[in-house]
């Protein structure tokens, strides 16, 4: 009899809980994609550091497996709640609290298992879907598998059963404790109130916001002394006093607004507002922590999201600037750093690897280039923190036509300069500087010929051409006599693209070896393109598909306990909303009411972490802003976020608002 009844329970079940059985295999389909992709052949060949994929897919996913049982077990915890009054029946009926518990996880179970089989499906999708991404990435052809491999699927199973042993442990706790009364009046008990006080509560609300802000300005703090140890600690007490905040805020907000409506009686009996605010305060009250806990996630979410489109372009922009051409060889000959010994020696060396490029590859263009100085200081003086910016505290400057030709290979633009005219370009680090410098149009003298400023950009430079230097000053070629040289390169562009492989085969030519003083250094002088390609691709595969994959599986257990929160809303409204009815309020104004009480209902945790996140990703990009490209911007990254996590957001508001509306009309 059990059996058939769990069967029932288990029909009827899925038409209330679809969010939450749509939710649980987008959780398992994502894991399992994800796992799909870090184990496919395909993958793991791109390149020699992607194996380090499926440790990273691993690592999360055990992250990911604490939020899918803590989604599970209070999806079965609000289940129980709901058809309490029903177990309570079963047990005046004569029926043993364990068979009643039985049938309960049996039916978990089942549900379980129907979401767990189709994300396999799903997931098979989803894998393929990520897997021609990356290949697409890395510009490597691809072909859809609707084979599954073992090793994902004994993972993703092996993730099930850890999640629903834990749950179902937790519910049949759960259900021991309970006696009948409990069962009969469970859906009616509410969270109790932590301050009941409201000075307290409002004077609480305010102390929250201030550790919020301190929060928010230690984490500003720890990214300005990123190279100072006591950053991790700053950024540690800054997490804990948001996490605090994010809680506190939560617990408090509720009654805050509520006060603020109280005494503005215009307000507070202007059409449904009274209605609505008190449905808000009832709900802040009764899920205070469970709404701390999404607030929390979905700043989680917000911040992840932006690091990952922050650390895609820090990586894609890192392969142009450090190899922008196939090949480039630094000569290691220097006028300036006389400490150097075997200079030479490491000439001839940079020689060996310029006659085995000419003979194995087919060369397309090339360029001898010098990097050179007079060991002044005409621009360096006006850039502050020179030595921390770049290799070098004095001017360096380069050839127009040296400039030229490389911007060529690049195809870009060549710039034209007269013959008293001087060009600076540099990267972000010394952006700031470079518009003074433009603002002040300060002449220079090279060789006793003054020259004065044409222009400054940030668009062009590589730091490639120098070899980590922050800036170049282009001059005319008829200037740059007697010059010393502080290193010379070769840029070579082949005719195929260069690979991992090339890196090897140049590696085995040998290395630089140098004394700097009384310190030893071995350095290998060649960048190759493929190899830079390879590694940054692998790395920005890595952490942004790592972040992205938390991300969305935050977002969705957001919104799943969102919705079964407000539509378990819908079946205690519904006298509320019929007697509206009754006293004449039109339908358009009834749905219009249902609209707002949604919309505090998931407003109300997104809108702090959304403050937290915009005032982050100004932190954060104080971390990144030398490694990203000059069109990066932050409040555009941190826009692009909110936009997709309120179009994930917004999905579930709508199906919220069409399966409460339809609750409240039958």
Not at 195 to 219: D, P, Q, S, T
Not at 349 to 363: P, S
Not at 487 to 497: I, M, P, S, V
Not at 541 to 559: E, H, K, R
């Amino acid at each position: 009899m059990l059996s058939k009844l769990a069967i029932r329970n288990v029909k009827r079940s899925l038409k209330d809980y679809l969010i939450y059985i749509i939710t649980v295999v987008m959780a398992f389909s994502l894991i399992f994609a994800f796992n799909f992709v870090s184990f496919s052949s395909d993958i793991t060949q791109l390149s020699e550091m992607m194996e380090n994929l499926k440790y990273a897919i691993i690592f999360v996913s055990c992250i990911i497996v604490f939020v899918i049982a803590w989604l599970i077990n209070y999806t079965m915890k609000f289940m129980f709640e709901k058809r309490s009054k029903e177990f309570g029946t079963y047990m005046l009926l004569g029926i043993e609290k364990k068979d009643i518990n039985k049938m309960f996880l049996s039916e978990n179970i089942v549900l379980g298992l129907i979401s767990f089989v189709i994300s396999f499906f799903v997931g098979t999708v989803l894998g393929n879907i990520i897997s021609a991404v990356v290949m697409n990435l890395f510009e490597m052809p691809y072909k859809i598998k609707l084979s599954i491999t073992l090793t994902p699927v004994l993972l993703s199973t092996l993730y099930f059963i850890l999640i629903y042993l834990f749950t179902l442990f937790r519910s049949s706790r759960r259900m021991k404790k309970m006696k009948i009364h409990d069962l009969l009046y469970l859906e009616k008990k509410n969270e109790e109130k932590i301050w009941k006080r409201k000075k307290y509560r409002n004077i609480l609300f305010i102390i929250f916001v201030i550790l919020g802000i301190l929060g928010l300005y230690l984490c500003d703090y720890a990214f300005i002394i990123s190279n100072d140890p006591s950053m991790v600690s700053y950024l540690g007490i800054s997490i804990l006093l948001l996490i605090i905040s994010i809680y506190g805020i939560t617990f408090t907000l509720g009654d805050f607004i509520l006060a603020f409506i109280n005494k503005r009686r215009k307000m507070k009996y202007s059409k449904d507002n009274l209605f609505v605010a008190k449905n808000f305060e009832a709900k802040s009250r009764t899920i205070g922590f469970t709404l701390g806990t999404l607030s929390l996630l979905i700043t989680l979410t917000l911040v992840c999201m932006n690091m990952s489109f922050i650390m895609k372009d820090a990586f894609e922009n890192n392969i142009e600037q450090q190899a922008p051409y196939d090949i480039l060889v630094e000569g290691m000959y220097s006028d300036v750093e006389e400490s150097w010994t075997g200079k030479q020696d490491n000439r001839k060396k940079a020689w060996e690897y310029i006659d085995y490029i000419h003979e194995n590859y087919e060369i397309e263009e090339e360029l001898h280039y010098q990097i050179l100085t007079l060991q002044n200081h005409q621009v360096a003086k006006h850039i502050k923190d020179i030595g921390n910016n770049g290799l070098y505290d004095y001017d360096t400057y380069l050839k127009a036509s040296d400039y030229n030709k490389l911007l060529e290979m690049l195809g870009e633009k060549p710039i034209h300069l007269k013959e008293n005219e001087y060009f600076v370009t540099g990267d972000k680090t010394v952006q700031k500087y470079l518009k003074e410098i433009e603002k002040e149009k300060d002449d220079i003298t090279i060789n006793g010929k003054k020259l004065s400023l044409k222009s400054t950009t940030i668009e062009n430079f590589r730091l490639g051409w120098s070899t980590g230097n922050s800036f170049l000053i282009v001059i005319p070629d008829n200037i740059a006599k007697n010059m010393q040289v502080v290193t010379e390169l070769y840029a070579f562009d082949t005719k195929e693209e260069t690979t991992e492989s090339d890196n090897t085969k140049l590696e085995k030519l040998g290395y630089y070896e140098f004394k700097d003083g009384d310190s030893y250094f071995v350095y290998f002088p060649v960048t190759v393109r493929g190899y830079y390609e390879s590694s940054n691709k692998t790395a920005m595969t890595i952490f942004s598909f790592s972040l992205l994959y938390v991300s969305i599986i935050f977002i969705t257990v957001v919104g799943t306990i969102l919705s079964i929160q407000t539509l378990s809303d819908s079946n205690k409204n519904k006298y509320q909303y019929k007697l509206l009815k009754k006293l004449g309020v039109e339908e358009k104004n009834i749905k219009k009411t249902i609209r707002k009480q949604i919309t505090c209902n998931f407003l109300f945790p997104a809108l702090y972490p959304i403050i937290i996140a915009i005032a982050t990703s100004f932190s954060i990009n104080r971390l990144f802003y030398a490694i990203t490209s000059a069109n990066m911007n932050y409040l555009t990254s941190i826009l692009i976020t909110i936009g997709i996590f309120a179009i994930i957001y917004g999905i579930y508001y709508i199906a919220t608002y069409i399966t409460f509306k339809n609750n409240i009309e039958e």
